[in-house]
């Protein structure tokens, strides 16, 4: 004896009772976010106002931004002036110095080769003596053009010092 079975051919199972497929309950939920995205939209634009506020704040920080850049770079131009101020007023005292050195070296020098040609004794003190009076009358006289060319340039370097600081104070509250 044979027996029959009958299968059923349809593959498509329908889950949703209210006999809506996925793909349209997923539009529907798309358009029910959409409405109420679409009723919050008024409150959600930012007034005119608020932009433009917020247009101008921008623009003003730009500048102020813009301000700050050129002051910095001109504080640093005076910082520069000053420095160079100051390593010409050293590189000037240290030549100075030099000088100084190299002159009482060759007055040493100097009375050494006097000294070497001393027949007596009383001959090589009166040598010492004259070397001693003249090196300390000398270095008196150098010395105090030393000070008094250090003053000098300590007062050109603090007007320039000051100047560059009223500058940059200046620029400081131009970008403020």
């Known amino acids: 004896m ?9 593959t498509k199972t329908n889950t949703s009772t209210s006999g809506t497929t996925p793909e349209m309950a997923a539009a529907e939920a798309g358009r029910i976010i959409n409405d109420t995205l679409d009723a919050l939209r008024p409150g959600l634009d930012v007034p005119a106002a608020a932009r433009d506020f ?3 704040q921008a623009a003003t920080a730009q500048a102020r931004v813009e301000d700050a850049r050129k002051g910095a770079t001109e504080l640093n131009a005076q ?4 420095a160079m101020s100051l390593a010409g007023a050293y590189a000037g005292l240290a030549r100075t110095m030099i000088d100084i050195s190299a002159a009482n070296a060759g007055h040493a020098l100097s009375a050494a080769e006097r000294l070497a040609t001393a027949k007596t004794l009383p001959e090589a003190m ?3 003596a004259d070397f ?9 006289d150098r010395f105090r053009e030393l000070t008094d060319t250090a003053r000098q340039t ?15 104070w200046s620029l400081t509250k131009t970008a403020a």
Request: glycine share 2%.
């Open 2 to 10: 044979t027996k029959t079975t009958r299968t059923n051919t349809n």
């Open 126 to 128: 009166q040598i010492q």
């Open 154 to 168: 300590a007062s050109e370097v603090a007007a320039t010092t000051q100047d560059s600081a009223l500058k940059a």
């Open 79 to 82: 910082a520069g002036n000053a």
């Open 132 to 140: 001693v009076r003249d090196s300390a009358s000398a270095n008196f």
């Open 54 to 56: 917020v247009a101008a």
